[in-house]
């Protein structure tokens, strides 16, 4: 019923730049939140960015003050923009957004495919 589609991953260097996109389609009355999370070889997925509709973004302690998260809530689409990349950023960053359900029931998290983003020299 509702997709997200991301864009913007890739190959750059330490202290490069990405910018990521993502739009969500289908199904939707309203989004409470979207965010992106990221999932490194070995490791657990973890939380690099969320905002809130109508709140403030928060962010992981590792990306504070690299990494911006911004929406345009018309269009159903977040942004993650990554400055000063490190090769610690490299992982499948995933799109997220929490749609709100109909009365009585909880609200759903979806999720986006996955882009790639590696950071290396």
């Known amino acids: 019923q509702v997709q997200l589609v991301e864009s913007g991953g890739g190959l750059v260097q330490p202290g490069g730049s990405l910018r990521l996109s993502c739009a969500a389609s289908?199904?939707?009355?309203?989004?409470?939140?979207m965010g992106w999370y990221r999932q490194a070889p070995g490791k657990q997925r973890e939380l690099v960015a969320r905002?809130?509709?109508?709140?403030?973004?928060n962010y992981a302690d590792s990306v504070k003050g690299r990494f911006t998260v911004s929406r345009d809530n018309a269009k159903n689409t977040v942004y993650l923009q990554m400055n000063s990349l490190k090769p610690e950023d490299t992982a499948v960053y995933h799109c997220?957004?929490?749609?709100?359900?109909?009365?009585?029931?909880?609200?759903?998290?979806?999720w986006g495919q996955g882009t790639q983003v590696t950071v290396s020299s």
């Open positions: 289908g199904s939707i009355f309203s989004i409470n939140a």
């Open positions: 905002i809130p509709t109508g709140g403030s973004a």
């Open positions: 997220n957004a929490v749609v709100a359900g109909w009365p009585d029931l909880p609200p759903t998290n979806y």
